[in-house]
């Protein structure tokens, strides 16, 4: 598959699922059969491939996200750190 442009933080946000979304244990999580957290969800979405939570990496390498952005999502999302970005994601997915 040909390398994906880089993607922004707005355009991730245009991926994203406004919908499906729970906290578990305070981590935002997909409600699907294998849970996503939301890189991978935007990269099943955009790859039309399944990823495990844990691939998170694969999938921001797979859609141009760069690891940076990737990792601040992602800890965003379990709620450690970048408040801002963990708003951001919690009003989009209808949490907040």
């Given at each position: 598959?040909?390398k994906a442009?880089?993607?922004?933080l707005?355009?991730?946000?245009?991926?994203?699922?406004?919908?499906?979304?729970?906290?578990?244990?305070?981590?935002?999580?997909?409600?699907?059969?294998?849970?996503?957290?939301?890189?991978?969800s935007?990269?099943?979405r955009?790859r039309?491939?399944?990823?495990?939570?844990l691939?998170?990496?694969?999938a921001a390498?797979?859609?141009g996200?760069?690891?940076?952005?990737?990792?601040?999502?992602?800890?965003?999302?379990?709620?450690?750190?970048?408040?801002?970005?963990?708003?951001?994601?919690?009003?989009?997915?209808g949490?907040?």
């Open positions: 598959m040909a442009k880089k993607m922004t707005d355009e991730f946000f245009k991926w994203l699922p406004k919908t499906g979304w729970m906290l578990h244990n305070n981590k935002l999580r997909r409600n699907t059969l294998r849970p996503q957290c939301p890189v991978t935007v990269a099943r955009q039309h491939k399944v990823y495990d939570l691939q998170w990496r694969y390498e797979d859609i996200l760069s690891l940076k952005k990737a990792w601040a999502i992602v800890e965003a999302a379990d709620n450690t750190t970048n408040g801002a970005l963990r708003r951001r994601l919690l009003k989009h997915c949490l907040a």
